[in-house]
């Protein structure tokens, strides 16, 4: 039986998502999967990213590590899972604007029948973890994604994260995932690779 191609498209400001986006690529990669990371790009200026300390630092040097995500990816893709920090319980403007770029192989029906999946990193235990989760259901849905949770299909879903992804309480200074959040975002990348693997297969 083939691998499943994962590709994990993430927007990370400060280090957190990206920490979270890592974990999950080790469990899909643990799953047999062959794994792309991308890091979607800032939208705004320097001017702005020059307000908040270290952005433009973080931003160079994880650009330098990640290519931007493609068409192309997507397209290589039969699973994608998509990671951000939370923006008022939504998804970040850098990651929505890369999925609002997909229209063109939505209307050509490339997307439908891959699967999706989503994950977080707040800096609040109730910074919106799950609203922004469940926020990229939306869009998921209309471009035809089959959409995979966590739900709790592994011990660790009772210890950290949501039965709807992966998520990371980073607080104030950016910590990194404890041993349960890496768990379940180990879980995520299995989980979806496995899901994946069988569609595939069964076309």
Same mark, same amino acid.
């Given at each position: 039986m083939a691998s499943a191609n994962v590709l994990i498209v993430f927007y990370s400001r400060d280090g957190s +998502?990206?920490?979270m986006a890592n974990l999950v690529a080790e469990g899909a990669k643990a799953e047999g999967a062959e794994v792309r990371l991308r890091r979607a790009r800032d939208i705004v200026g320097p001017d702005i990213m020059a307000k908040v300390p270290k952005w433009a630092e973080n931003a160079a040097r994880m650009n330098a590590e990640y290519p931007a995500? +493609?068409?192309a990816d997507?397209?290589?893709?039969?699973a994608v899972i998509f990671g951000t920090p939370t923006r008022f319980g939504n998804a970040a403007a850098e990651l929505k604007a890369f999925i609002d770029s997909l229209g063109g192989l939505w209307f050509q029906g490339k997307l439908n029948?891959?699967?999706g999946s989503a994950f977080t990193s707040t800096a609040s235990p109730h910074g919106g973890n799950e609203t922004t989760i469940t926020s990229l259901y939306n869009p998921l849905a209309h471009l035809?994604?089959?959409i995979v949770p966590t739900g709790y299909a592994d011990p660790a879903a009772f210890k950290a994260g949501t039965p709807y992804g992966a998520s990371h309480v980073a607080g104030q200074n950016a910590s990194p995932p404890n041993e349960d959040e890496a768990a379940v975002a180990r879980h995520q990348g299995r989980r979806v690779a496995q899901v994946?693997?069988?569609?595939k297969a069964a076309k």
């Open positions: +998502t990206e920490k995500p +493609t068409d997507v397209e290589w893709a039969d029948g891959k699967v035809g994604f089959i994946a693997k069988a569609l």
